[in-house]
């Protein structure tokens, strides 16, 4: 769902009853969206909401138990989808700010990973849970480690542990935690001060820039990730940690 508002596109995620799970159909429309607003005049900052209890809860595991029976080759090719949409996010010349109001993991803390700012209410939990299931983080490890650093990067991959809104605007995966009351309009007016204090040209020039910086090695590293990513999905470990997790039993590792 779009809408353009006050020089504001909002863009939300409208899977309520999969929790926004991010299925092949919700991954081509949140890139067009996004493309979308990129090429619009009338929109200079771009919000990333979602409807329902969760913000996303990353990718949808019944999709995913399907793919297992692909060829990598297809496998692949759905694999470089999700990273072109993170890719698209992360150097949009425009501001993209996440707005979120419920959990945020896996894939769905890869999309606010790849925002440019973050608001999140207190009682929202994030974090990579791809080990717990047997599947391999892949792609967001490449824009994590630029956005935190190894050492924080590989710490919650590794562990695939949720942490809380506040140890995530500690680590500075989000921006700012604030009361389930006041999110929208803090989002708001911050997406406000933005357009008419800043130069859009500015921004979009210094996003540009700070993008360039890491370019080489991120796309190196994103061709790496997708092709992990991909053959992450038919391991044995990943076939029993989504069967277990579908199932609603514990895997034995």
Not at 74 to 79: F, R
Not at 174 to 203: C, R
């Amino acid at each position: 769902m779009t809408k353009v508002a006050d020089r504001i596109g909002y863009i939300t995620l409208n899977r309520p009853e999969k929790r926004n799970a991010l299925s092949p159909d919700l991954i081509t429309g949140l890139k067009e969206a996004f493309e979308e607003m990129e090429d619009r005049d009338d929109v200079k900052v771009i919000i990333l909401r979602a409807n329902g209890k969760a913000f996303c809860a990353g990718a949808d595991l019944s999709y995913l138990q399907a793919m297992q029976r692909f060829t990598f080759e297809e496998n692949l090719q759905d694999s470089n989808k999700l990273k072109d949409l993170f890719s698209l996010i992360f150097t949009l010349p425009k501001v993209v700010i996440a707005q979120v109001q419920g959990h945020a993991l896996a894939g769905g803390c890869g999309l606010v990973t790849v925002c440019d700012f973050g608001f999140s209410v207190p009682e929202a939990l994030f974090g990579y849970t791809e080990v717990k299931i047997g599947f391999v983080p892949a792609i967001v490890s490449v824009f994590l480690r630029e956005q935190i650093g190894g050492a924080k990067t590989q710490e919650l991959l590794l562990s695939g542990g949720l942490i809380s809104a506040a140890k995530a605007s500690e680590l500075g995966l989000i921006t700012e935690v604030v009361g389930d009351d006041s999110l929208v309009k803090e989002v708001e007016s911050f997406a406000q001060k933005l357009i008419h204090q800043n130069s859009g040209f500015s921004m979009g020039q210094t996003k540009k820039l700070l993008r360039a910086l890491s370019q080489s090695s991120r796309e190196n590293g994103l061709k790496m990730a997708a092709e992990v990513n991909a053959a992450a999905r038919s391991h044995e470990d990943c076939v029993k940690g989504i069967s277990s997790f579908l199932n609603k039993t514990e895997p034995n590792w």
